[in-house]
């Protein structure tokens, strides 16, 4: 049996917000999220993913992001 079973969910709201109101509805282990540059961080090594960025801030549970 699978360590872990992946599942996707589709919500409509401000996605930091959905994130972490599904982590806690359903007691993850684990967000992966990808994130990539925007145009305006692209200026600045330094400027944050801000929806990533809130999401680990803000998470009880580790999260894990990936740079695409």
Same mark, same amino acid.
């Given at each position: 049996?699978?360590?872990?079973?992946?599942?996707?969910?589709?919500?409509?709201?401000? $996605?930091?917000?959905?994130?972490?109101?599904?982590?806690?509805?359903?007691?993850?282990?684990?967000?992966?999220?990808?994130?990539?540059?925007?145009?305006?961080?692209?200026?600045?090594?330094?400027? $944050?993913? $801000? /929806?990533?960025?809130?999401?680990?801030?803000?998470?009880?549970? $580790? /999260?894990?992001?990936?740079?695409?």
């Amino acid at each position: 049996r699978d360590w872990c079973i992946p599942q996707c969910v589709i919500r409509w709201e401000h $996605p930091a917000e959905a994130i972490l109101r599904e982590s806690k509805e359903r007691a993850v282990d684990l967000i992966v999220m990808s994130v990539h540059k925007s145009r305006a961080s692209m200026l600045s090594t330094h400027l $944050p993913w $801000p /929806v990533a960025s809130e999401v680990v801030s803000q998470a009880t549970c $580790p /999260v894990l992001t990936i740079r695409v």
